[in-house]
């Protein structure tokens, strides 16, 4: 196998599967997958817990709290992702506490760059999840919530236990549309130098011109599959909370 | 016996001219010719060879190049700021014609465009360190994160050499940024960039405190296919007058870079043909 993809480096000069045999090239692939995938995880939990917040918040009683997911949701929708990163890294970077190195000059921040592409990431995501859910929750009908506060639930019951699970399926598929985004929107993170597939991929193919295609369309075939699980998955739940007679 | 081998020889030669003749099309020379515009990829963020100015115009020696090589074409000068990561596909694309954009002359390159010598100028590769630091040797770098430049052949080089843990960004602003953040020891790049930025006084703090290695000649390009035919033909003639001129010297020195022996050499070994 690795003998085969060798002569055929040496055969054709363009198609150069470099990490098919070169132990060093193939442990970047495999390390840029690693952390695509732990970016892609932490950043869709978190965007769908601020999702779940923000739009509870959104109910809120007090004026200002809905002013503050309000601001929120305008701050981090009508940016780009990509200078979110940027402001999030190294400007508010600046202000994190940091410990300083052996050196004497280097210090490492507590928030690594890699902390921050989940954090600009999440949010940034998690703005767009608050206005999927408020969808959600204004399809659930004010009888069903009328009903609930008759029956003595408090708000936030009312919210956790009725409103939410309802308005859950409802958001589905605008969730996952969302998510599907967030997982392509993690090679952004290469902005900050976060090792993510397409920075080394990028890194491979700058080394080795010869392995530019090959490299290519590795990281076409692993978003291909990445994103694929995520949608089968959120397919197979959405089935699961299916509830007959309510939506489909 | 004499006519017979001389007579083959024509037969061979004619077979050779005849076959590169039918190779070469001139495409881009011809699309070049037609339109009347010759579109160069350039730097955006190499300054002093290919950078912005305050009012956001490309500017720098490498501009100045392609500006003469307009004029020498006669037609108009279209600049396109490509990445040290992408320029190659640029020109592979089509996207730009003529490629100068302080691209090191590799071998493995030489199979994806078509870079013709002599090549106009040459670095090697050094770090921009803080003077608080105290670099001495390259193996000071073991182990410590080192910033630099996604596309930059010598990033593996000094991973791999002195175990230095690299974190490249997509541009020379963030990187350096990164270095003025404390983010990393140093900043690995070309040797005379380095020299530059710390001519301009804005990197007091700093030094250049290693000795550089793998001094590497820069090339510009054409499209692959060309390399050997108008295009590339012309743009051999035009660095090989830039040096007989002594015109990239003059470059040099309107922009400020320190002098380098490798242009002087050139100068004189090209200004008379006839000399040894």
Known sequence: MEDYFRELAEQAPRWNFIWMYDERQQGKILSGIWMTINLSIACVIFSVIIGVVGAWMQGAKSAIVRGIVQAYIQFFRNT????????????????????????GWTVTPIISNVGWAIIALSFFAGAFNVEIFRAGIEAVPDSTREAAESLGFSRLQTYTEVVLPLAFRVSLPALNNN?????????QALAIAVPELLYQARTIWSDFPSAQYPTMILVWVVYILLVGVLVFGMHRWERAMRIPGYGQ | MKLRTSLLGLAIASVAFGASAAECTNDTWNKVMERGKIVVGVKADYKPWGYRDTNGDLVGMEIDMAKDV???????????PVQSSNRMQFLEAGDIDLMIATMSDRKDRREIVGIIGPNYYTSGTNVLAPKAVGLKTWEDLRGKPVCGKQGAFYNQIVEERYGAEIIAFTGNAEAKQALRDRKCIAWVYDDSSIGSDLA????????????SEDDNPW?????????????????????????????????????????????????ERYSDWLVD
């Open chain 1, 80 to 103: 780009p992702p990509f200078v979110q990163l940027l402001f999030f890294y190294f400007a508010l970077g600046q202000f994190t506490p940091a410990v300083v190195g052996e050196d």
């Open chain 1, 179 to 187: 998510l599907v985004n967030l997982v392509k929107t993690t090679t």
């Open chain 2, 70 to 80: 307009a004029a020498k074409m006669g037609v108009e000068l279209e600049l396109v």
């Open chain 2, 200 to 211: 301009s006084g804005e990197w007091n703090e700093f030094e250049m405190p290693l000795s």
């Open chain 2, 219 to 267: 090339g510009l390009a054409v499209p692959l296919a060309e390399k050997d035919c108008v295009f590339g033909q012309f743009m051999s003639g035009m660095q090989y007058n830039w040096h007989r001129s002594g015109a990239l010297i003059a470059l040099e020195k309107k922009w400020g870079i320190q002098p380098t022996a490798y242009l002087e050499k050139k100068a």
